[in-house]
């Protein structure tokens, strides 16, 4: 039961952003000079789809990891700024409504964590539907990648600006179901479910996920930290 609500809630992303895709299609906000490239578009988001159900059986058990491969396959390189984009792109037209947009700092260094892609992907796109529901109209949510120096860890840090949360919550935001108080007051809508499935899937990638917000500036950051990463030349 508890993985069928996990289900519904990373299938129902991707989905509602083929129709916001196509809605503009249909009315007319894309150009016709660039439908082509938006229905290529569409399509390669089912097919993400597709994908994710496949991925999301291993969420089932993600510590199964044998048990599951014969349905996900084996681990394969995840570039990270192309799964940063991707996730971005569903999140376009919800963003658009609310003034909002999502900024990728440096969409160039290819960034690559072994891993499931598809999967990757959720982590990015529940931060992003987190970030366009409880900031600010017309803020800008901005995804900065950067190896830390200390570390020699790749750390993305996802920005934005608006509701947040008390320090003593800012662990258990990730508990399965639980949703911060100023959160649920100002957005009815909501599971507690992201969150969590966003840290299930990082602990997958040897990663981990943590949350900061300051009330003085109302500022809330993500920031995942990825221990083995690698850098490839531009494919
Ligand atoms: N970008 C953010 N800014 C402020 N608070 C956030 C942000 N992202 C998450 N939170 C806090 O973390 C809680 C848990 O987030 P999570 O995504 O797990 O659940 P949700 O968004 O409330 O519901 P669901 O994701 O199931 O629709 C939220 O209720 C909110 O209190
Ligand atoms: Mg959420």
Same mark, same amino acid.
């Given at each position: ?84 984009? *991707?996730? =971005?792109?569903?999140?376009?037209? +919800? @963003?658009?409504?609310? %003034?909002?947009? &999502? ?77 911060? *108080?100023? =959160?649920?007051?100002?957005?009815? +809508? @909501?599971?507690?479910? %992201?969150?969590? &499935? ?38």
């Amino acid at each position: 039961m508890q993985f069928l609500s996990l289900f519904v809630h990373q299938i129902i992303n991707p989905l509602n952003g083929v129709i916001g895709t196509i809605d503009n299609l249909i009315d007319g906000t894309t150009p016709p000079k660039k439908r082509g490239a938006k229905l290529a578009e569409v399509r390669a988001q089912l097919e993400h789809a597709i994908d994710l159900i496949r991925n999301l059986a291993y969420l089932s058990s993600v510590t199964d990891v044998e048990k599951n491969s014969a349905i996900v396959g084996r681990p394969q390189p995840c570039v990270i700024p192309e799964l940063i984009i *991707q996730a =971005a792109q569903y999140y376009q037209s +919800a @963003g658009l409504k609310r %003034g909002m947009r &999502i900024e990728l700092s440096d969409p160039k260094t290819q960034y690559v964590v072994d891993g499931y892609p598809a999967l990757l992907r959720q982590v990015f796109m529940n931060l992003f539907e987190n970030s366009l529901k409880y900031s600010d109209e017309g803020s800008v949510v901005t995804i900065t990648p950067n190896v830390q120096q200390k570390t020699g860890h790749l750390i993305i840090e996802v920005e934005s600006f608006g509701v947040g949360f008390t320090f003593s919550e800012r662990e258990r935001i990730f508990e399965l179901r639980y949703r911060g *108080q100023e =959160a649920r007051n100002a957005v009815a +809508a @909501g599971a507690g479910l %992201g969150l969590y &499935i966003a840290r299930q899937v990082m602990n997958a990638h040897n990663g981990i996920v943590e949350a900061e917000y300051s009330s003085k500036t109302r500022r809330t950051l993500f920031r995942l930290r990825f221990p083995n990463f690698r850098i490839a030349e531009r494919l």
